[in-house]
């Protein structure tokens, strides 16, 4: 796991590694590799066994926009600088921002989806501020090493979505400020490749540069 405890993607991998394990009869164990805004863990898990015994969280900001800049090991580092008043602004999941929010230490702008989710209600996108058609969504999905083979990618890619698609697991990922979304393995590479497009346009057009 590429993120420090308490993020969203380590929220979510608890939640999950916790079903698989009832699931399988098998202990599933989170290890919690920051760094580089996820690229640490990432190359990591990319070099282990293609056994489906070692999993990776796929991550919008590791595997979408990370060729870019790395400038935290994670949102958690980030939060402490934005609470602290050492950055301005930040976008980051609503999991890992919520309570900060709830407790009044930062103050939500607004929300980078098409629709305001039913978790907040009252925040405007910032499509309705105007932007219209402005979207950005982090999201999480779960990757093994290359060259795993399919019969093992397809077992895991059933597991995910039974997992996602349970009453329980539902309303816990709710509760977290999640969307569930249980898509085949195909639909998940195509969006990563088209997320890949999609940012690396858009970095580019900025003219943004790392320091």
């Not at 925040?123 to 290359?146: D, K, M, N, Q």
């Not at 019969?151 to 977290?176: C, F, G, S, Y």
């Not at 088209?194 to 970095?203: D, L, R």
């Amino acid at each position: 796991m590429q993120f420090t405890p308490g993020t969203s993607t380590d929220i979510l991998a608890r939640v999950i590694a916790q079903k698989m394990g009832e699931d399988w009869g098998q202990q599933v164990v989170i290890d919690n590799r920051p760094g580089a805004g996820g690229v640490v863990g990432t190359e990591l898990g990319a070099k282990e066994s293609p056994d489906g015994y070692t999993l990776t969280m796929a991550v919008s900001s590791a595997f979408g926009i990370n060729p870019t800049h790395v400038p935290f090991k994670g949102s958690a580092d980030a939060h402490t600088q934005l609470i602290g008043g050492q950055i301005p602004v930040m976008f980051d999941a609503i999991p890992a921002t919520q309570p900060h929010v709830k407790s009044g230490k930062l103050r939500a702008l607004g929300i980078a989806t098409l629709n305001r989710p039913p978790f907040l209600p009252d925040l405007l996108t910032i499509a309705e501020s105007g932007y219209p058609g402005f979207e950005a969504v982090g999201w999480i999905g779960i990757a093994a090493p290359a060259n795993t083979p399919a019969a093992i990618l397809d077992k895991l890619n059933a597991e995910m979505v039974h997992i996602l698609n349970q009453p329980d697991v539902k309303d816990r990922l709710n509760t977290l400020a999640f969307t569930a979304v249980g898509d085949t393995r195909a639909q998940f590479a195509a969006y990563i490749k088209s997320e890949i497009a999609k940012w690396g346009k858009a970095v580019k057009d900025s003219g943004a540069k790392a320091d």
